[in-house]
């Protein structure tokens, strides 16, 4: 691993994640190609460990000459695929462009790999690797007494997201087992941390908690999903770099599954400890139980015992503490809330996905 292609590095986890490589690999080069859609954010990428050894480039997955060039300009030995459209309530109200990004940017990418390491070229396919950042969506929902997913779990998606990234897993393995592309593929549950876009759960109760606003909690808010501290997680795909097998698939969570309400009333308390002067005392009273979104999964929960018997890998941090960490981070960065906050696209996605929802049950 010399030249890295990440893309999709100025969202929440492929930030964190050249962060981290920076910082523990003294030698590599990143190259990070991101379109900075809505969820792009360069302020993420500020006051990297060595800015020296990254480079930004402003385009889309999709555009396979400027992918080509990248290739060849950097001698590109490994790629480290984050770019996608990830927002499950996006999804509902624009599929297209999931399909895009998702099924045809991860199409153009592999292409773009065969290519430049086919045949004679100066990186050959034993000294390289694409490794591809999925979901674990892709299985679909789980009844209250089902087993965890785990690397052998049928994929049965359920919104377009889940849908488009199961489509992307399957042309990686496909290139695997048709062209001999040396692949890894992650499959994680609910990343939570520093830079994560406040249109997700916990960012988004955090800054509605810290304003005063009402909390949308959907439906019963009796959902459960695995939440993964994001540094855990690009530890995590770290390791599967380093030592993974070639082919093969690694389940990642955090063994921490509480219902959806839970995860807000504890933020409503970490608020109350730490942001005591905020509107009201108690921010649980903010809670209000909205219209459920369409198609949403139950539950879901994932078994890590690949990934920390073959390489030694499991989560450190303990859904308090990640928790405690991450509102800490958000109040102490209200210019990078704000700058999000303030924005007109922000403010008119909010009012397309809440406005209409009213309270639920
Ligand atoms: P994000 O939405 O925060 O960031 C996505 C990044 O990709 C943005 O910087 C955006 O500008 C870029 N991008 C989007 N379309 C692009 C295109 N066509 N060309 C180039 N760049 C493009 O996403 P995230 O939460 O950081 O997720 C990263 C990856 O991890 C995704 O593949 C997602 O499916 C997967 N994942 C995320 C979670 C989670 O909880 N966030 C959980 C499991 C898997
Ligand atoms: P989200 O962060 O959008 O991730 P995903 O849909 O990929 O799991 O949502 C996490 C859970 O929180 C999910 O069950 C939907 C629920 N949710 C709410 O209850 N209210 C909200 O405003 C949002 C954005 C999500």
Request: charged share 20%.
């Amino acid at each position: 691993m010399k030249n890295v292609l990440v893309t999709g590095g100025a969202g929440f986890i492929g930030s964190n994640f050249i962060h981290y490589l920076l910082r523990v690999e003294p030698d590599v080069r990143i190259v990070n190609l991101d379109a900075l859609t809505y969820a792009g954010n360069l302020a993420n990428l500020s006051g990297l460990p060595d800015e020296s050894r990254h480079t930004f480039v402003h385009g889309n997955i999709c555009d396979r000459a400027l992918v080509d060039g990248l290739f060849q300009r950097y001698q590109v030995d490994t790629v480290v695929h984050f770019a996608a459209e990830s927002h499950v309530d996006r999804s509902i109200r624009d599929p297209g462009t999931f399909v895009q990004t998702n099924v045809v940017g991860t199409y153009t990418l592999l292409e773009a790999a065969r290519q430049a390491w086919a045949g004679d070229s100066a990186i050959s396919m034993s000294e390289a690797r694409f490794h591809h950042v999925s979901t674990d969506e892709v299985f679909g929902t789980l009844g209250p007494a089902d087993p965890p997913f785990n690397e052998a779990t049928p994929y049965a998606p359920s919104s377009v997201y889940s849908a488009t990234k199961a489509s992307s897993d399957h042309l990686v393995r496909a290139y695997h087992r048709t062209y001999g592309l040396p692949v890894t593929i992650t499959n994680c549950s609910n990343n939570y941390g520093p830079y994560q876009f406040p249109e997700k759960l916990i960012p988004l109760m955090i800054l509605k908690g810290v304003m005063g606003q009402d909390l949308p909690v959907y439906g019963d808010g009796k959902q459960v999903r695995d939440w993964l501290y994001v540094e855990d997680h690009v530890e995590a795909i770290h390791q599967v770099l380093k030592r993974g097998d070639i082919g093969q698939t690694y389940c990642v969570g955090g063994d921490n599954q509480p219902p959806n309400i839970e995860i807000v009333e504890t933020i409503c308390d970490i608020l109350d400890e730490l942001a005591p002067g905020t509107p009201p005392a108690s921010h649980r009273s903010l809670i209000k139980h909205v219209v459920d979104r369409p198609g949403h999964d139950r539950r879901y929960d994932i078994n890590i015992q690949k990934i920390k018997t073959e390489l030694g890998w499991q989560p450190r941090r303990t859904l308090r503490d990640g928790l405690l960490a991450t509102v800490t981070w958000y109040l102490d960065h209200p210019e990078w809330v704000s700058a999000i906050s303030q924005r007109s696209d922000f403010k008119t996605w909010m009012e397309h996905n809440y406005s209409q929802r009213g309270g639920g049950k």
